[in-house]
């Protein structure tokens, strides 16, 4: 993939979003990601739909080999569903509710416990059909009163939700287990740190539901971190005490603060119950299903990335997530400098490289800023006072390398 900056949708801008302070809102639209079409509503450019499908693919895999099955549930929902579980009205101060032409109640929805559970009901008869997990990437929508710091808070965004199906409690628990792990697996290779954070919501005592935290500043979410064990807990877990201590060792607790970017709970009954989704269970007895669902915002870890990992420049993008591995500019006009530029994106191109190529008419600064603005892993410059070699540089390096044309090639690959 080649993408070129001349005549390309996305341009870069040299202001921000009003009234967005927020690092990922401001850097993702200079940068041309990102368009802030209305108060918590963005459009995606190429590079920022880039980053999300890698993120959605990196989900994908890991969940793909826990034998989730993926499925796309609709986001217009009509109300009878959602009146059999009270949520119509539970839900009605943030979800979008309204009447089609013909009176018809409707709502978009921001979560999917209600379908899915009907859905699994047709798919399950006896134990034997359990347990299973399925999940969505899906736009969802939520009436926000504060929509801010940009994507990390919309009223439109892009959601992973999973929910899982079991027979037993302890099966459940078994599952849940092994879904904090492979959450932790998806942040990581995201490039993010993640947080398990213990929270309020579940309604068993012995598993509760759990957030994943990104430690930043730019968060809304108090944690409180036990350096003794390494537990962290939700500050809504301790209602208003003044020094709380560990839950786990008693152990004094530090305030951080995170951007809240999973979560994971158990549903027990709750929804199979009110919706009838039941099983026969090996003495021919129905039984409710045991459920518990499973959630990553993930136009939220798009901006998530943004607040962790920028400078004073732009962004720096995680090879892994980055929309391509590396920003090409020609920065003189003879024949040999054109040629050996030519050559190295030909070759690039054959073994599949995603690049991002600066073919603009404006000045070497402007493309040198423009590069450090977007972010990309690696910077390459093609000039004639190189001699034939190529300049090469990181994005998280001050020095530049001049190196042969099969070698920028064989650094590129390793790090796409
Ligand atoms: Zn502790």
């Known amino acids: 993939m080649l993408y070129r900056l001349n005549k390309f949708i996305g341009k870069s801008s040299k202001t921000g979003p009003a009234e967005e302070p927020s690092a990922n809102a401001q850097l993702l639209e200079r940068a041309g990601f990102v368009f802030k079409y209305a108060s918590g509503l963005y459009e995606y450019l190429p590079f920022g739909l880039a ?41 009605a101060g943030v979800m979008y509710q309204f009447k089609d032409h013909s009176g018809k109640d409707f709502g978009l929805s921001m979560t999917h416990e209600e379908p899915i559970t009907q859905m699994a009901a047709r798919a399950i008869n006896s134990y034997k059909d359990l347990p299973f997990c399925a999940y969505q990437i899906q736009t969802k929508h939520r009436d926000e009163s504060r929509a801010k710091s940009g994507v990390i808070r919309g009223r439109e965004f892009i959601m992973k939700d999973a929910y899982s199906f079991h027979a037993s409690q302890e099966d459940f628990e078994k599952f849940y287990a092994v879904m904090t792990d492979i959450y932790q697996n998806i942040f990581k290779e995201c490039g993010l740190d993640s947080l398990v954070v213990e929270a309020p919501g579940g309604s068993f005592s012995k598993v509760n539901s759990h957030e994943f935290q990104v430690l930043s500043p ?68 129905k039984q409710p299903v045991i459920m518990g669902c499973y959630g990553i915002g993930v136009s939220r870890l798009l901006g998530t990335i943004v607040e962790v990992s920028h400078d004073d420049k732009g962004m720096i993008w995680p090879a892994s997530v980055a929309p391509a591995v590396a920003q090409v500019m020609v920065l003189s006009e003879d024949d040999g400098t054109k040629k050996l530029a030519e050559q190295f994106l030909a070759q690039a191109e054959k073994s599949g490289l995603a690049l991002v190529y600066d073919d603009r008419d404006v000045s070497a600064g402007v493309k040198l800023a423009e590069a450090d603005l977007l972010g990309l892993p690696y910077r390459v410059v093609v000039s004639e006072k190189n001699a034939g070699q190529i300049e090469i540089k990181k994005r998280t390096d001050t020095n530049t390398k001049l190196v042969d044309l099969a070698e920028v090639l064989a650094i590129l690959n390793v790090e796409s």
């Open 51 to 91: 980053v999300l499908k890698k993120i959605e693919n990196i989900i994908r895999k890991n969940l793909n080999a826990l034998s989730c099955q993926e499925v796309l549930m609709t986001s217009l929902q009509p109300k009878g569903l959602w009146r059999k579980t009270g949520r119509w009205d539970d839900m």
């Open 218 to 285: 730019a968060g809304e979410d108090k944690i409180l971190f036990c350096d003794k064990c390494q537990k962290a807990f939700n500050r809504d877990l301790f209602g208003a005490e003044d020094t709380p201590k560990c839950l786990v060792c008693g152990g004094e607790l530090i305030e951080k603060v995170g951007i809240e970017v999973g979560n994971i709970f158990q549903l027990g009954t709750k929804y199979s119950a009110m919706l009838g989704c039941e099983f026969t269970d090996s003495d021919g007895k």
